[in-house]
């Protein structure tokens, strides 16, 4: 439970660090740091499905925005330019970001073992009471569709709700043109 809380207040934190920062592409990072906080939440919560999800869009969005960032604003020519003070408040927070990450991605990988046995015995329920309770031959659908099914409703949702978004941005920047 406290590893959540701590995962809660660094997601807070990088949500503040997102709109507070001047830089864009700062700030979609540190936006890109809190959905890897959500998806790590999902592990953690024994919800691997959704956390997959959640990393396919993420992945996919940060990927979107950095690029229209790296499109649409000039480069700064003067790349051997002195640090500033922002600056290294940039480095500072990205190093405790990534500090975080490797914190909670051992954190995860020492706990997957004792989540696999419990996971075992979901999935041997599935298969061994699969095609009586719910008469699926296939034990993937009757998994998906009937033991699952509000989850699968939920991550198709997230999944139409990225797509529209990004549909939204593409539609906008089309039009200023």
Same mark, same amino acid.
């Given at each position: 439970?406290? @590893?959540?809380?701590? #995962? ?9 660090? +997102? ?6 592409? +700062?700030? /979609? ?15 953690? &919560?024994? +919800? =691997? ?8 869009? @993420?992945? *996919? ?8 960032i790296l499109k649409t604003t000039h480069v700064d020519s003067t790349l051997g330019r002195p640090y500033k003070g922002e600056d290294v408040f940039t480095? !500072?927070?990205?190093? $405790?970001?990534? *500090?975080?990450? !490797? ?7 020492? %706990? &997957?073992? =004792? ?11 599935? $298969?061994?009471?699969? *095609? ?5 031959? %296939?034990? /993937?659908?009757? /998994? !998906?569709?009937?033991?699952?099914? #509000?989850?699968?409703?939920? @991550? +198709? ?9 990004? #549909?939204? /941005? #593409? ?7």
């Amino acid at each position: 439970m406290l @590893e959540l809380i701590v #995962l809660l207040i660094f997601m807070i934190a990088a949500g503040i660090v +997102a709109v507070e920062i001047r830089d864009l592409l +700062a700030s /979609v990072i540190a936006l890109g740091a809190v959905g890897f906080a959500v998806a790590i939440g999902f592990i953690m &919560l024994a +919800a =691997p499905d959704l956390a997959i999800v959640q990393i396919v869009i @993420e992945v *996919l969005s940060v990927v979107f925005f950095v690029a229209v960032i790296l499109k649409t604003t000039h480069v700064d020519s003067t790349l051997g330019r002195p640090y500033k003070g922002e600056d290294v408040f940039t480095f !500072v927070v990205f190093g $405790l970001f990534a *500090l975080a990450f !490797v914190y909670f991605g051992v954190r995860l990988l020492i %706990n &997957l073992a =004792p989540m696999s046995r419990e996971l075992g015995q979901v999935a041997s329920h599935y $298969l061994t009471q699969g *095609l009586t309770e719910t008469g699926a031959v %296939n034990r /993937v659908t009757s /998994v !998906v569709l009937d033991y699952r099914a #509000l989850d699968t409703l939920g @991550e +198709a949702t997230v999944l139409f709700t990225a797509v529209i978004g990004v #549909l939204a /941005v #593409l539609r906008l920047e089309g039009r200023k043109k």
